[in-house]
């Protein structure tokens, strides 16, 4: 794997993940750290970080007049030299020979999709769907607009390809294949970019809508990648983590002192239960003392076990309720139902700083007992109040229907859509990890049974369709990424809410 960390760098393609323009060093800080899980930029090939490549070229982007009818480009790159990671940014450069500065540029009906193949950069196909690997995603859709600065050498990774939708890659599925196509090309247009045969192969037809290369070559445009590693989840505010007792009654309670934040998101607990069946359980968070200000209203979880002596994760939801920042938080729980009568909650490997048990719930803190107890405690880590009624753009009659569960903060979509037949169709897609202000899924539908006295679950066929990749720009609009796996092609559309369903308002 290579990995460019400082020596060069593109403050403009960083800008896509911070909204931030700073030094790549800084950044890549900032990144490792806490919001964004381990970051790096990778450059292929490696030996092009810090001279030019030992090619340069015009195609795709810097050739008008073969352009007329668009083009459809694929560049395999080698997946060893990108590593694994969620691709964030793409960037190109011109070729140090350039003389002056190109663009912006506006390639009209332009899409971009990465996929991973089992194509090599000197075994490319000639015919492009045989380069594309089962995950194909499209991740932009639209007119792309690019500049490139010439000057320096190398030049400045600056001609920007926009990434709307998220593609996780793992070389060990295969090499990464990047395709660009677009409807034409702006006019007057002769730019060379620099280009490389080493770890890079490309194919690339004068026709958009073509299916099979008009040249096939072992090279291909250097290519500057922003990926990050890991699930991208927000460091939580508090981790204590679980040790192998048995642990203690709900009846004692807990408090953390010095709360960090402004809101109250999600509280993971480790429970224990002796005997197999249903477990209710109910969770109160109030602020300074035990009978202070209830914090966003209690939450309960029902869960269940088959065997008895296991242990469980359970998440309550509390909705980013809001907290006075740098308060103490005060948690009690209550057993509603058990098939024991008893339930036991972990105690921590500590001491957890600011994490304290008490004997029982005796205002205003009662007794200091221990100074851990197993509980993981998270910021605000997704958009808010999304949940209702939304409209595709343009398309009246088609939209989709979106939830998030308040226990666990999963994406729920429907999607009211139509086949080519016009009949109607619902697609079925949930995002456990929903974070953010996207989301990503695999859809699925669902067809067979009939109507009312004739249904039977026996007739019920699931088939997957393929997936979807939300982005919401504000509360009530955004843009939606699909490819099918089912015929039905790829694509994007813009839509606007109708309607909410959740409590929580959107900010």
Request: glycine share 12%.
């Given at each position: 794997?290579?990995?460019?960390?400082?020596?060069?760098?593109?403050?403009?393609?960083?800008?896509?993940?911070?909204?931030?323009?700073?030094?790549?060093?800084?950044?890549?800080?900032?990144?490792?750290?806490?919001?964004?899980?381990?970051?790096?930029?990778?450059?292929?090939?490696?030996?092009?970080?810090?001279?030019?490549?030992?090619?340069?070229?015009?195609?795709?982007?810097?050739?008008?007049?073969?352009?007329?009818?668009?083009?459809?480009?694929?560049?395999?790159?080698?997946?060893?030299?990108?590593?694994?990671?969620?691709?964030?940014?793409?960037?190109?450069?011109?070729?140090?020979?350039?003389?002056?500065?190109?663009?912006?540029?506006?390639?009209?009906?332009?899409?971009?999709?990465?996929?991973?193949?089992?194509a090599s950069p000197t075994t490319i196909?000639?015919?492009?769907?045989?380069?594309?690997?089962?995950?194909?995603?499209?991740?932009?859709?639209?007119?792309?607009?690019?500049?490139?600065?010439?000057?320096?050498?190398?030049?400045?990774?600056?001609?920007?390809?926009?990434?709307?939708?998220?593609?996780?890659?793992?070389?060990?599925?295969?090499?990464?294949?990047?395709?660009?196509?677009?409807?034409?090309?702006?006019?007057?247009?002769?730019?060379?970019?620099?280009?490389?045969?080493?770890?890079?192969?490309?194919?690339?037809?004068?026709?958009?809508?073509?299916?099979?290369?008009?040249?096939?070559a072992t090279r291909g445009l250097v290519?500057?990648?922003?990926?990050?590693?890991?699930?991208?989840?927000?460091?939580?505010?508090?981790?204590?983590?679980?040790?192998?007792?048995?642990?203690?009654?709900?009846?004692?309670?807990?408090?953390?002192?010095?709360?960090?934040?402004?809101?109250?998101?999600?509280?993971?607990?480790?429970?224990?239960?002796?005997?197999?069946?249903?477990?209710?359980?109910?969770?109160?968070?109030?602020?300074?003392?035990?009978?202070?200000?209830?914090?966003?209203?209690?939450?309960?979880?029902?869960?269940?076990?088959?065997?008895?002596?296991?242990?469980?994760?359970?998440?309550?939801?509390?909705?980013?309720?809001?907290?006075?920042?740098?308060?103490?938080?005060?948690?009690?729980?209550?057993?509603?139902?058990?098939?024991?009568?008893?339930?036991?909650?972990?105690?921590?490997?500590?001491?957890?700083?600011?994490?304290?048990?008490?004997?029982?719930?005796?205002?205003?803190?009662?007794?200091?007992?221990?100074?851990?107890?197993?509980?993981?405690?998270?910021?605000?880590?997704?958009?808010?109040?999304?949940?209702?009624?939304?409209?595709?753009?343009?398309?009246?009659?088609?939209?989709?229907?979106?939830?998030?569960?308040?226990?666990?903060?999963?994406?729920?979509?429907?999607?009211?859509?139509?086949?080519?037949?016009?009949?109607?169709?619902?697609?079925?897609?949930?995002?456990?990890?929903?974070?953010?202000?996207?989301?990503?899924?695999?859809?699925?539908?669902?067809?067979?049974?009939?109507?009312?006295?004739?249904?039977?679950?026996?007739?019920?066929?699931?088939?997957?369709?393929?997936?979807?990749?939300?982005?919401?720009?504000?509360?009530?609009?955004?843009?939606?990424?699909?490819?099918?796996?089912?015929?039905?092609?790829?694509?994007?559309?813009?839509?606007?809410?109708?309607?909410?369903?959740?409590?929580?308002?959107?900010?």
């Open positions: 794997m290579q990995r460019m960390h400082a020596r060069q760098h593109n403050p403009h393609l960083l800008k896509r993940m911070t909204g931030l323009y700073l030094p790549a060093a800084v950044l890549l800080l900032l990144l490792s750290g806490w919001a964004f899980g381990a970051a790096f930029i990778a450059v292929v090939p490696d030996q092009a970080i810090d001279s030019d490549g030992n090619r340069a070229t015009t195609t795709p982007f810097g050739a008008s007049s073969e352009c007329a009818d668009g083009f459809r480009y694929q560049q395999v790159i080698e997946g060893d030299r990108v590593g694994g990671g969620r691709i964030s940014a793409i960037a190109f450069r011109l070729d140090a020979s350039e003389p002056g500065d190109v663009g912006p540029l506006t390639f009209p009906g332009s899409m971009v999709r990465l996929a991973s193949t089992a196909s000639s015919v492009f769907d045989n380069n594309l690997g089962a995950d194909t995603t499209v991740v932009f859709t639209g007119d792309l607009v690019a500049s490139a600065t010439a000057g320096g050498s190398p030049t400045a990774f600056d001609f920007e390809i926009p990434i709307e939708a998220p593609f996780d890659f793992d070389p060990a599925d295969g090499n990464l294949l990047i395709e660009l196509t677009a409807e034409n090309c702006p006019p007057g247009v002769s730019a060379e970019f620099d280009a490389d045969n080493r770890g890079l192969g490309h194919a690339v037809a004068w026709d958009h809508a073509s299916s099979t290369a008009d040249q096939v290519t500057q990648l922003l990926l990050v590693s890991g699930s991208g989840v927000i460091a939580p505010l508090y981790n204590c983590p679980a040790n192998s007792s048995s642990g203690d009654n709900l009846t004692r309670g807990f408090y953390v002192e010095n709360f960090p934040a402004r809101e109250l998101d999600k509280v993971t607990m480790t429970y224990h239960m002796p005997a197999a069946g249903t477990y209710t359980v109910r969770m109160t968070a109030r602020e300074n003392t035990y009978d202070g200000r209830i914090i966003g209203g209690p939450r309960t979880r029902t869960f269940n076990t088959g065997t008895g002596g296991t242990r469980a994760e359970i998440t309550f939801d509390f909705g980013s309720a809001t907290v006075t920042e740098g308060s103490t938080v005060t948690f009690s729980q209550e057993l509603l139902d058990s098939p024991s009568g008893s339930l036991f909650y972990n105690l921590g490997d500590g001491p957890c700083a600011d994490i304290v048990q008490t004997e029982g719930t005796t205002p205003p803190l009662d007794t200091v007992r221990k100074d851990r107890v197993a509980v993981t405690i998270e910021a605000e880590t997704r958009i808010r109040g999304i949940g209702g009624n939304w409209s595709v753009v343009g398309h009246d009659g088609e939209g989709f229907m979106i939830d998030v569960t308040q226990h666990d903060g999963t994406l729920v979509v429907i999607w009211f859509t139509y086949d080519f037949d016009g009949n109607q169709m619902w697609l079925i897609g949930t995002d456990p990890d929903f974070s953010g202000n996207s989301a990503h899924m695999t859809l699925s539908r669902v067809t067979g049974p009939s109507f009312g006295p004739d249904f039977s679950p026996a007739d019920v066929i699931t088939e997957s369709w393929g997936t979807l990749t939300i982005v919401f720009e504000d509360c009530g609009g955004g843009r939606v990424t699909f490819n099918s796996l089912a015929g039905f092609g790829a694509g994007a559309y813009d839509i606007m809410r109708v309607y909410d369903t959740e409590q929580a308002s959107c900010p």
